[in-house]
Nanobody, 128 residues
């Protein structure tokens, strides 16, 4: 069972930077995983922030493009989100998620590559 633990959140002033980490455990060595960051501000729905596919392809929400960078260290099973030029509207709880998973080899059933796990979140607060 995949477990995700986020860290690195905190309080910063506008214009500052933070780097979030998401440590994963329980990954199958026979599966490739696409990973994502989401965030949820008080009173708002959870929203997509960024995604990185197992082949390294990345995508971002328009609101963070050019300011946030997603990356991963496969050797450490850790996902990162470098956040620069932070704005007060970036204030939210940030979550990582196993967005998708697929078998590395055709002989391994895709059905055994579980995905959809969420971490517990890490709080980011940006003051003006």
């Amino acid at each position: 069972q995949v477990q995700l633990v986020e860290s690195g959140g905190g309080s910063v002033q506008a214009g500052g930077s933070l780097r979030l980490s998401c440590a994963a455990s329980g990954f199958s060595p026979y599966c490739n995983y696409d990973m994502s960051w989401y965030r949820q501000a008080p009173g708002k729905e959870r929203e997509f922030v960024s995604r990185i596919n197992s082949d390294g392809f990345t995508s971002y929400a328009d609101s963070v493009k050019g300011r946030f960078t997603i990356s991963q260290d496969n050797a450490k099973n850790t996902l990162y989100l470098q956040m620069n030029s932070l704005k007060p509207e970036d204030t939210a709880m940030y979550y990582c998620k196993t967005e998708f998973a697929r078998a590395k080899r055709s002989w391994y059933p895709n059905s055994l590559c579980a995905f959809g796990s969420w971490g517990q979140g890490t709080q980011v607060t940006v003051s003006s």
